[in-house]
C-alpha cells in the first residue's frame, strides 16, 4: 500500500455549520415544490378495536381540499407484510398504514387529509368523523409481565449461554444484592419532526425528501410498497435535524406522502405534529433484574439479568439489554435472560445505544449497591472485577483502555476527596453527591462503498449515501478526504443522503465514522493512485520517473515535492484519459482479524456529581466528568460534541424524561415539549470530556472506534449513584423526581 500518513484527528469546526445557522440547511419538511399539496393526518382516538364508521362528508366539502383518503379510499398498494419489511426492521408483521379498518395503538393514523394548503388540511381533518369498537387494551408492561416470553424470531443473536452455575454459586455468595430497575418509556424527540416532502416529476419519477437516517432503506421501502422500480425513487436526506433513532426505520407519513402524491400525480408534504411523533417508535419500558453474587473482597461469583421489554402486538423489537452484564466484568457464573411482553402501542424503535442505555444502568447501579455492601470504593470494586477478555464470546478485545478512564476520569473529577459515607458531604442546606458508573458500547465497522472524483480545477468530490444525523460526519469525511488525498479541506465537497451515491447502511449503531470514514479513505487513497499514475504516464511527462511518494496534487496541477516546475495538470490529465473528471469507487469492509477473532467496544468512565436541596428534594447535577476511550479521536470538537450530547440524554435521562401514560385509555399522555420534559440549558451545568489514549489497529486502519452513543451509557446510573450518595436513598426508577428523596 502507498504510504498515506497516519490520520493525524486534528480539530476542525463544522463544515456544515454555517449552512446550519444561517437556514441554508434545508430538512425534509422544508422543501418546497411546484404546485406542492399538503397533507394532515387524522389520527385514532382509540387504542384497540376497529372503526365502525367514518364519515368524511364535511371535510371533503370544505374548499381546497383535494382528497380525504382512509382504509376505505386508498390507492393501490402492497398488500402482503414482507413488503413493508424494512433493512432495520424486526420480525413480525410491520404496521401498514391505512391498511384496514383495525386500531392497533393510540394515535394510530387513521385518515389523511390533503388540501391546497396546510390550513385548509388541517381545519378539513378535524371534521372528519369517526365512531369506534373499542377493545380492552393495555400499555402497562408490568400488567401483562406473566405473559412474557422469548422472541420467536431473533433480531441478532441471543443473549449468550448461561456459564458456570449462577443460582448455585449465588447461593453460597457471602455479599449479595438482587433488585428491580425501571426507566420511564422515553420518546426520541428530535427537534426535526417526522416529515416526508415528496416531489412528482412528469416523467413518473418520484424525488422523496424524508427525514431518515437511511436513505436507500427508504427507498427500497417504497419501491416495494409502491412497486416501483428503484430507479424511479429518489431519496434524499442531506441534512437531519436530530434522530437518535427515529429515523431508522421508515414511518408512516412516508407512506403517506407517497401515496398521496402518486395518486394525484402531484407533489405532497406531511409532517406529523410533536403530538403525533409520540405515535411512532420510543426506548421501550424495560423491567430488569440485576442479581449480584460476590465474595468479602468484592470479586463477583455470580452475575444474574433478566430483562422484561415491552414490545408491539405486531412486532418483536428486541434489543441487546442483558449481554453486557456478561461482558463488562469477570465472572465464571452468570445468567441472562431477555423475554418481550406485548402491549397495545406502536412498536418501538432503537433510541441512542439501545438496549445498552438501560442494561448498563440497572448493572452500574447494582454494582455500586454492592460496592456499598461490601464497604470497597466503587472505582475499586470495578477494578477487582476487570476483564480482561470477553467471556460473553471467548476472545481478546481490539483494545480496551478502560482503566484509564477509571484513572484519568478519577483524577479530573478528584474522586480521591471524596468521604465514602452517604450524606456525609453537604453545603448548606444542600446535600452532596458524588457517584461514578461506567459505560460500554460496540465498536461496529459494516461494509460502507463511497467514491471520490476530482474535475480540471482540482476540486474533489466525495459521496456517501450515508447520512449526517448532526453527529459530524460531513465535517469527519471531509478531514478523511482532504489528508489522504493532501490537499486543504477547502478543496473538499461531501455528498450525503442522496440514494444516488454508492451504497451505505442507515446511519446508526455509532459505525459510520469507523465505517464511511475507512470507504472514503479507500477511495480517495485509489484516486490519488490513479491520478499519479496518469500523471506519470502522460507523453512527456516530467513526472515520468517520479515516485508517488514524491508527487503531491496541488491545486489544479500534480507537481513534485522538491522541484515545482515538475508538474502535469490535471486539464492535460483528464485529456490524456478522455474524461470529463478522474473517479475512484471503493467499498471498505472490516478485516476477518478485527471482527471474528476479537470483539471491539468503546469503553468509558463517567463521574457525576450532585446537590440536592435537602428541603425541597430538587436535584441538580452539578458536574459530569465522562472519560471516554473510543480508539482515534478524528475531530476532537465533534467527538466532544457528540460526548456532550450523549451526557445531556443521560441527566435527561436520570432526572426529567417519562413519557407518562394513562392505562385506562392506553395512550401516552404528556405528547409535547411543555410536559416531557427534556435536559435543557439551565440544567446543565460542568461537563468535561476526556478522550483516554487508546491504540486500535485491529478494528480499522482509521483506529477510530464511533462516538454517537457512548455518551448516553452508564451516565444516568452514575448520576442516581451520586444521589444515593448525597442522600442514602436508592432510588431504582428513572426518572428520579423530588418527591421520591422526600
Ligand atoms: Mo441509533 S439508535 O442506531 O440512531
Known sequence: ?????????????????????????????????????????????IAKGSIARIDMRAALAVPGVLRVYTHKKRPGAAWFNYKYHDAVGPPGRPF????????????????????????????AASLVRVEYRPDAATIDVERVRESAAEPTKRRSGPPPEPRGDAAAAMASAPLHVDHEYRVAIEHHNPMELQATTVEWQDDGKITVHDKTQGVLNTRSYVSAVFGLSPDKVHVVAPYVGG????????????????????DLQRSVRVTLTRDQGFSVGYRPDTLQRVALGADRDGHLQAVMHDAIAGTSRFEE????????????????????????????????TDMRAPGATLGVYALESAMDELAHAAAIDPIELRLRNY???????????????????????????????RSAAPRSMRDGHELIGWGMAGGIWEAMFTKTSARASVERGGHVEVGVATSDIGTGTYTVLSQIAA????????????????????????????WTATSAGSAVAAACEALRNDLFKSARRIKSSPLSRSRFADLRLVDDRIQHRDDHSRAVTLADVLQAAGVEKLEANKTAKPSLIGSKRAASYTHSAIFAEVRVDEELGVVRVTRVVSAVAAGKILNPITARSQILGGVVMGIGMALFEETQRDDSLARFMNRNLAEYHLASN????????????????????????????????????????AIFHATGRRVRELPVTLDELL
Open 1 to 45: 500500500m502507498p504510504a498515506v500518513s497516519p490520520f493525524p484527528g486534528a480539530w476542525h469546526t463544522r463544515v456544515d455549520g454555517a449552512l446550519k445557522v444561517t437556514g441554508r440547511a434545508p430538512y425534509a419538511g422544508d422543501f418546497a415544490a411546484r404546485g406542492l399539496a399538503h397533507g394532515w393526518v387524522v389520527s385514532a382516538a
Open 682 to 721: 439551565a440544567d446543565i451545568r460542568d461537563i468535561d470530556v476526556v478522550f483516554v489514549d487508546e491504540q486500535d489497529d485491529r478494528i480499522s486502519p482509521l483506529g477510530a472506534k464511533g462516538l454517537g452513543e457512548i455518551g448516553i451509557v452508564g451516565t444516568a446510573a452514575a448520576i442516581a449513584n
Open 243 to 262: 434522530a437518535f433513532g427515529i429515523g431508522l426505520r421508515p414511518q408512516y407519513q412516508l407512506f403517506l406522502a407517497v401515496m398521496a402524491t402518486l
Open 483 to 510: 489528508h489522504t488525498l493532501g490537499i486543504p479541506i477547502e478543496r473538499v465537497s461531501v455528498k450525503l443522503g442522496d440514494s444516488s451515491l454508492p451504497q451505505a447502511p442507515v446511519e446508526g449503531g455509532s
Open 96 to 123: 401498514r398504514p391505512l391498511r384496514d379498518g383495525r386500531i392497533h395503538f393510540s394515535g394510530q393514523p387513521i385518515a389523511l387529509v390533503v388540501a391546497e394548503d396546510l390550513e385548509t388540511a388541517r381545519y
Open 317 to 348: 423489537h428486541q434489543e441487546s439489554v442483558v449481554d453486557w452484564s456478561g461482558l463488562a466484568y469477570q465472572c465464571d457464573n452468570v445468567k441472562l435472560t431477555y423475554r418481550l411482553a406485548r402491549i397495545d402501542t406502536p412498536t418501538p
Open 387 to 417: 476483564a480482561e477478555r470477553d467471556q460473553n464470546e471467548d476472545k481478546p478485545f481490539t483494545s480496551k483502555e478502560l482503566r484509564s478512564c477509571y484513572q484519568e476520569g478519577a483524577r479530573r473529577f478528584g474522586w480521591d476527596r
